[in-house]
């Protein structure tokens, strides 16, 4: 049973900084692209970054020079460090792994429940 679980979420000033760390546990075989997506209220889940198994990254234009995802691989943990924070940047962060739990599986996408991120003074 494959299980990924965020934390890190919490209540933050403007400007402030978080880091949201997503941990993959159980049958887990490999690994290839991590993300981080989120979901305001009222809105669609919207991609914040990805990384892949070689560590290639990839942000949305709201995330660019304010937010660095990474992962470790020996840990199955991905992380996004989130710094300069704004109001907007208010909703709940979701990970997700596109991983093979055997050998004899395909990939496919895991989520994780999501940790809620508030950016208010």
């Known amino acids: 049973q494959v299980q990924l679980v965020e934390s890190g979420g919490g209540l933050v000033q403007p400007g402030g900084s978080l880091r949201l760390s997503c941990a993959a546990s159980g049958s887990i075989f490999s690994i290839n692209t991590m993300g981080w997506y989120r979901q305001a209220l009222g809105k669609e889940r919207e991609l914040v970054a990805t990384?892949?198994?070689?560590?290639?990254?990839d942000y949305a234009d709201s995330a660019k020079g304010r937010f660095t995802i990474s992962r470790d691989n020996a840990k199955n943990t991905g992380y996004l460090q989130m710094n300069n924070l704004k109001p907007e940047d208010t909703a709940t962060y979701y990970c997700?792994?596109?991983?093979?739990?055997?050998?004899?599986?395909?990939?496919?996408?895991?989520w994780g429940q999501g940790t809620q991120v508030t950016v208010s003074s």
């Open positions: 997700n792994a596109n991983l093979r739990p055997t050998s004899r599986n395909l990939y496919r996408v895991y």
């Open positions: 990384i892949t198994s070689s560590g290639v990254t």
